[in-house]
């Protein structure tokens, strides 16, 4: 939605500033217009319609502001008395959208525009006047009316995903003693010496064999011998498994309703056209 917006500068240097910046800020060179207190002249190039129009029989500055603010509107007589008693240089910008327009009302400020409530109390204004390029609020004054815009805000569900400890399984392997008893049957030998008396005549063998003879027998025992031996009984594999399942998130989100109730109808509302009551 088109809008305007005014700035009323007491030095001409800081209005010639003001359009090098809006220019500088992507504001076309055809959407920006710097006139003298008396709406002179205009820097655009000559034949322009809209300067025309300001400088041909509509009542000078009064005349300039009657277009924008409606004719005799407080508003028009506050900013012309302003422009005409201090002879300001009026900077208009011709914006094509709210955010453009909000960026030149911010330009228009920073580089020294009036205060037109404060001036107009100075000169013998009696209402208070919202300046076009003031900062305070989304209000500005565009041309033959003044327009507030209302934000219908909706909130959005976004659901993503962390991920978080659930428990944990633990595998150790430790050794552990315990004691084991066998039962092993064990051979031993034993070498039994005995003397038996005798009387009785040498027979030939034992003649034969009457010599020194030496007899050695040995003694032998079993005992038991111990080994180990380890062998795997057992194995404990440890795997771990990745699964997915849905699951469905219910929450609330808010939004903002905005009810337009006409008060009177006669008059056109410009949102909700001819409708006496309209939800957004």
């Not at 205060?115 to 013998?124: I, K, T, Y």
């Not at 209000?139 to 805000?153: C, F, M, S, Y």
């Not at 771990?240 to 699951?247: C, G, I, N, Y």
């Amino acid at each position: 939605m088109a809008q305007t917006v005014v700035g009323l500068f007491e030095r001409r240097e800081a209005a010639e500033r003001a359009v090098e910046r809006l220019m500088g800020k992507g504001i076309g060179r055809d959407q920006v217009d710097l006139s003298g207190g008396h709406i002179e002249q205009t820097t655009k190039d000559v034949g322009n319609d809209r300067g025309s129009d300001r400088d041909n029989g509509s009542g000078g500055v009064q005349g300039f502001f009657n277009s924008l603010f409606g004719v005799d509107s407080d508003d028009a007589k506050r900013y012309s008395t302003v422009a005409s008693s201090k002879r300001c240089s009026i900077v208009t910008v011709h914006a094509r959208s709210h955010d453009q327009a909000e960026d030149a009302a911010d330009i228009l400020d920073d580089c020294g525009a009036l205060d037109v409530s404060e001036n107009a109390r100075e000169v013998g204004g009696s209402a208070r006047a919202n300046v076009s390029a003031s900062t305070q609020g989304p209000d500005r004054d565009v041309t033959g009316r003044r327009e507030t815009t209302i934000p219908r805000v909706e909130e959005h569900l976004e659901v993503g995903k962390r991920t978080e400890e659930r428990g944990a399984v633990r595998v150790r392997s430790r050794i552990v003693e315990k004691p084991v008893e066998e039962h092993v049957r064990l051979r031993e030998e034993h070498v039994h010496v005995e003397r038996q008396a005798v009387n009785r005549p040498v027979s030939d063998a034992e003649r034969a064999n009457l010599r020194s003879h030496d007899i050695e027998l040995t003694e032998r025992a079993e005992v038991p011998v111990v080994s180990k031996e380890a062998r795997v009984v057992e194995e404990v594999r440890v795997s771990k498994e990745a699964t997915e399942r849905d699951q469905t998130i219910r929450d609330t989100v808010r939004h903002t309703e905005v009810d337009v109730d006409r008060t009177n109808e006669a008059r056109r509302d410009t949102q909700s056209g001819n409708s006496t009551n309209e939800r957004l």
